[in-house]
């Protein structure tokens, strides 16, 4: 199983970028899709989007569509979310999971998750 650590999380002013990486270990992340999920306090996981195992694809949600990047290197085994003109409702724990399949839009279809970073975007 691959392990997964997320990190470049914190705090930013409304208009501003962040872009979080996800380092993996124990396998290379080239086999897997990658997603990118969010969770704000109170509110249940949600889908932010994802990169499919060749890099070539990607999807994501209405929400931060237009906004919101997603690519990978896999000589370095990390995946990147590049957030641009966030917004408050940004506002949550970031993470990142690997999945053997594609589109996987649901928690359910990742088996392998990182601990998360926080993302606080103020006014």
């Known amino acids: 199983q691959v392990q997964l650590v997320e990190s470049g999380g914190g705090l930013v002013q409304a208009g501003g970028s962040l872009r979080l990486s996800c380092a993996a270990s124990?396998?290379?992340?080239?086999?897997?899709?990658m997603g990118w999920f969010r969770q704000a306090p109170g509110k249940e996981r949600e889908f932010v989007g994802a990169i499919r195992f060749g890099g070539g694809i990607t999807s994501y949600a209405d929400s931060v569509k237009g906004r919101f990047t997603i690519s990978r290197d896999n000589a370095k085994n990390t995946v990147y979310l590049q957030m641009n003109s966030l917004k408050r409702e940004d506002t949550a724990v970031y993470y990142c999971?690997?999945?053997?399949?594609?589109?996987?839009?649901?928690?359910?279809?990742?088996?392998?998750w990182g601990q998360g970073t926080q993302v606080t975007v103020s006014a």
């Open positions: 124990g396998r290379t992340l080239s086999t897997y899709s």
């Open positions: 999971a690997a999945s053997v399949g594609w589109l996987r839009v649901t928690p359910s279809g990742y088996a392998s």
